[in-house]
Nanobody, 123 residues
Framework: VQLVESGGGLVQPGGSLRLSCVTS????????MAWARQVPGKGLEHMSN???????YYADSVKGRFTISRDNAKNTVYLQMNSLKPEDTAVYLC??????????????????WGKGTLVNVSS
């Protein structure tokens, strides 16, 4: 199983980035996918998830600015990030499990994790 994130980088406040997580080795279309972020010294934040049926959830901190989507034909999940703020600076990771999440309060039961991609929002 592999989950490989890409698309991170340096962006100015107010800018946009699109993250991708390309997966292999499991039945992607049947799994729920999530994006989380990690800031050094802080806990992991569950930002968004998408179920196999396309149902999505967002944390309040990113609602209205970030959009999660999936392409089952490409075994890929995306995170479109707009109106980026310095506090969005973090390592962004994708995760998956068979059962859908019902919210973004916890990120329990993850089957597989990616290694992450760094997003740096700075002027």
């Amino acid at each position: 199983v592999q989950l490989v994130e890409s698309g991170g980088g340096l962006v100015q406040p107010g800018g946009s980035l699109r993250l991708s997580c390309v997966t292999s080795g499991f039945s992607f279309s049947r799994y729920a996918m999530a994006w989380a972020r990690q800031v050094p010294g802080k806990g992991l934040e569950h930002m968004s998830n998408i179920a196999s049926d396309g149902t999505t959830y967002y944390a309040d901190s990113v609602k209205g600015r970030f959009t999660i989507s999936r392409d089952n034909a490409k075994n890929t999940v995306y995170l479109q990030m707009n109106s980026l703020k310095p506090e969005d600076t973090a390592v962004y990771l994708c995760a998956t499990r068979p059962r859908p999440w019902s919210d973004t309060r916890a990120l329990a039961g993850v089957s597989y994790w990616g290694k992450g991609t760094l997003v740096n929002v700075s002027s």
